[in-house]
């Protein structure tokens, strides 16, 4: 059964906190992608990795870090520079996206709350 | 900064009729269009995706595209109550991350 898993659904830390998303898939995809999503507004792009051992900052990468050592997962550290990381953190894959663009597949995301 | 823009609504049809969802983008570098669609509290479901101008069926869903107007949109036909959600038009380059606008609240009442 092929997809994209996240754990855990539900996060809560205090601040302070370095707290770290797992991003997991067995759809053999080169690209991975980390966004945030704050409610009433759309998915902003945090990292992006295209292949192992190599990845890119988006547009809100401050207070974040990533890791890409197997292709099949990519882990999203939330650390304390992170000005306010309260919000849904959403995984996506798709094939590589060398000179053509391919649609993203979506993880069931972690709803990270810090007080 | 590349944008891409959406009504936020929400856009209300009755049952059977159909939904209009309109999407504009700012950078005509663009190749690859999406429509996603969310529920309240669930992650985007991919529907439909468009990259050459005209019209692409998909049973009820419907995505045209527009390049020299910079306008994507999606018809969604036989509206049913379970098509109400949060529709997501996204964009990018090649090699690129995909831009996402905010989203269409579409609500159909039976």
């Known amino acids: 059964d092929g997809g994209i898993t996240q754990s855990p659904k539900y996060l809560f830390r205090k601040e302070g906190q370095n707290v770290t998303l797992s991003c997991e898939q067995n759809l053999n995809h080169d690209a991975m992608y980390w966004y945030r999503q704050d409610p009433g507004q759309g998915l902003r792009l945090i990292y992006y990795s295209q292949i192992v051992n190599d990845f890119q900052k988006g547009d809100i990468a401050e207070g974040y870090s990533v890791s890409r050592e197997k292709k099949e997962s990519f882990p999203l550290t939330v650390t304390s520079a992170q000005k306010n990381p309260t919000a849904f953190y959403l995984c996506?894959?798709?094939?590589?996206?060398?000179?053509?663009?391919?649609?993203?597949?979506f993880g069931p995301g972690t709803r990270l709350t810090v007080t | 900064q590349k944008e891409v823009e959406q009504n936020s609504g929400p856009l209300s049809v009755p049952e059977g009729a159909i939904a209009s969802l309109n999407c504009t983008y700012s950078d005509r570098g663009s190749q690859s269009f999406f429509w996603y669609r969310q529920y309240s509290g669930k992650s985007p479901e991919l529907i439909m995706f468009i990259y050459s101008n005209g019209d692409k069926e998909d049973g009820r869903f419907t995505a045209q595209l527009n390049k020299a107007s910079q306008y994507v949109s999606l018809l969604i036909r036989d509206s049913q109550p379970s098509d109400s959600a949060t529709y997501l038009c996204?964009?990018?380059?090649?090699?690129?991350?995909?831009?996402f606008g905010k989203g269409t609240t579409l609500s159909v009442s039976s």
């Open positions: 996506a894959s798709s094939i590589a996206s060398g000179t053509v663009s391919y649609e993203q597949y």
């Open positions: 996204a964009v990018n380059q090649a090699g690129t991350a995909l831009i």
